[in-house]
């Protein structure tokens, strides 16, 4: 129910890396929760400098000095693998394909349905998902997912508009054996 969302405008002019904008970035630190933060697509920006938070930063591009250089969907295997658990999990992903092409030289980038579906695995009760995109499509209910929160940064000028949602895992679909 729409009454159980909270709501956030932000005006801020674009950026390549979505947080290199302050007032993003900010928005970012301050609905995280615990200390082991995943931060699927990194870019360039590290979000967290404080020790007492751990951001594993995953991109494909090296040239950004991510924690693992590869593709996210291989990344969230290797975390399942290792039984990893996140608090917070960011995606922020190319929001289009000419946004793809554009930030990784060509490179068509990780298949987000399929991050998307295992990425639960990786979550607690309570863990929180933040997606950026052009859309506030993200984990869902059948995921075991409810949205709590939705941000509209308005770039102004000819620029889309970029809506981040903020998700809870409400219920756990599958458990490690």
């Not at 970035?25 to 938070?53: P, S």
């Not at 793809?100 to 309570?126: A, H, N, Q, T, W």
Request: aromatic share 12%; charged share 30%; net charge positive.
């Amino acid at each position: 129910m729409v009454k159980d969302i909270q709501f956030t405008y932000l005006k801020q002019n674009n950026r390549r890396y979505t947080f290199e904008m302050p007032k993003v970035k900010k928005w970012v630190i301050e609905n995280i929760i615990g200390e082991n933060i995943l931060n699927l697509f990194a870019g360039k920006t590290q979000i967290f400098n404080q020790k007492e938070i751990k951001e594993v930063r995953i991109d494909i591009d090296e040239n950004v000095n991510p924690d693992y250089c590869m593709d996210a969907f291989d990344y969230v295997l290797l975390a399942i693998d290792q039984k990893l658990i996140f608090d917070t999990i960011i995606l922020d992903p190319p929001y289009s394909y000419r946004k793809s092409m554009e930030k990784y030289g060509g490179r068509i980038v990780s298949k987000f349905r399929k991050v998307k579906d295992e990425l639960p695995k990786l979550c607690k009760l309570g863990t929180k998902i933040i997606t950026f995109g052009y859309q506030s499509v993200s984990m869902g209910e059948k995921r075991g997912f409810k949205v709590k929160h939705i941000c509209i940064i308005s770039h102004g000028g000819a620029y889309h508009d970029t809506i981040a949602t903020i998700e809870s895992c409400i219920f756990k679909l599958e458990v490690f054996s």
